[in-house]
C-alpha cells in the first residue's frame, strides 16, 4: 500500500479499515478491523469486533479491501518503511 513515498505493508496485529461494503457478511466500507493472521501473500485474517470486544465478523480479506490506519504522522513513519 503506497501512502505518499511510503510503502507501508499490512502486518499482524495491525489496524486495518474495509474499502469495500460486503453486505453478505453484514461489514460495511469504513469498519474497524484488526489482523489475527496472515493467511497468504496479501491475504490476511481480520476480526472485527464491537467496542466491547464481541466479535461480529472474521474474514479473510486481500490487502486491495483494506486499508492500513495509521497512528502517526507519516514523517514519524519514514524513518521505519522507505520505498
Do not use: C, K, W
Not at 511510503?6 to 474495509?18: C, F, G, P, S
Not at 465478523?57 to 507519516?74: D, G, K, R, V
Amino acid at each position: 500500500m503506497n501512502i505518499g513515498t511510503i510503502n507501508a505493508e499490512i502486518r499482524l496485529l495491525d489496524i486495518v479499515a474495509l474499502v469495500e461494503d460486503l453486505p453478505e457478511y453484514g461489514i460495511y466500507r469504513g469498519q474497524v478491523g484488526t489482523v489475527t493472521d496472515i493467511v497468504a501473500p496479501n491475504v490476511f485474517e481480520v476480526d472485527f469486533s464491537d467496542t466491547s470486544g464481541q466479535t461480529f465478523a472474521e474474514l479473510n480479506l486481500t490487502s486491495q479491501q483494506l486499508m492500513l490506519l495509521l497512528h502517526e504522522p507519516i514523517s514519524y513513519l519514514s524513518q521505519f518503511v522507505l520505498n
